[in-house]
């Protein structure tokens, strides 16, 4: 049962306004599903919307900060929870031992990284918690190719492409979050179809 979801996203608002609409109706979204938000704790970007969006319509944001990084990334004062962590590693392993789901909105190398690194886990078998893409603007399409294209050249096995879900409206993410299974075997099947 997924009850809290931990959001990647980038400290930065992008170029285009849909992004931080986008990241504030994931929020609501979240919400509107009785779940909590578990994330890095910035005020800044997608990251802020994201928690604006789910603490609006009244629901636990809970974020996960390194205490050196409390000057770069501004620390959101309207949390629920803040806990702090001494590093990136610590910070990662808290969030991911609070969620049930993770979702990645658009962002930089970081949230890639912490992406990449969720779904190692996946494959490996470390978790078999959903992943889902808030493929905003289309960004998530040049990344899904790669991971195609690493299959296609024989470095990822086809079952990685069942390990994500795209999506382009923070509700459609949700609603199959909260209806995945761990033992559902179909979580994957139109998770790489071009969504815009």
């Known amino acids: 049962m997924v009850s809290s979801i931990c959001v990647f996203a980038g400290s930065n608002p992008g170029l285009h306004a849909e992004y931080a609409v986008k990241a504030r109706e994931l929020g609501q979204q979240i919400a509107a599903h009785g779940c909590r938000l578990v994330y890095g704790g910035s005020r800044n970007g997608l990251m802020g919307q994201v928690a604006d969006g789910v603490l609006a319509s009244g629901s636990e944001a809970v974020g996960v900060m390194p205490v050196d990084l409390f000057k770069e990334e501004i620390r959101h004062s309207g949390l629920t929870s803040l806990i702090e962590v001494t590093g990136m590693h610590e910070r990662k392993a808290v969030m991911s031992g609070m969620a049930d789901a993770f979702i990645a909105l658009p962002g930089g190398v970081g949230t890639f990284e912490e992406l990449f690194e969720i779904l190692c886990w996946a494959q ?72 815009g």
């Open 124 to 195: 490996i078998g470390i978790h078999r918690k959903p992943i889902g893409l808030l493929n905003v603007r289309g960004y998530f399409n040049l990344l899904a190719e790669m991971i195609t294209h690493s299959v296609g050249e024989g470095f990822a096995a086809p079952s990685t492409l069942d390990l994500l879900k795209i999506a382009s409206e923070p509700a459609e993410l949700l609603e199959w979050m909260k209806s995945y299974s761990a033992s559902d075997d179909t979580l994957g099947q139109t998770s790489f179809s071009p969504l």
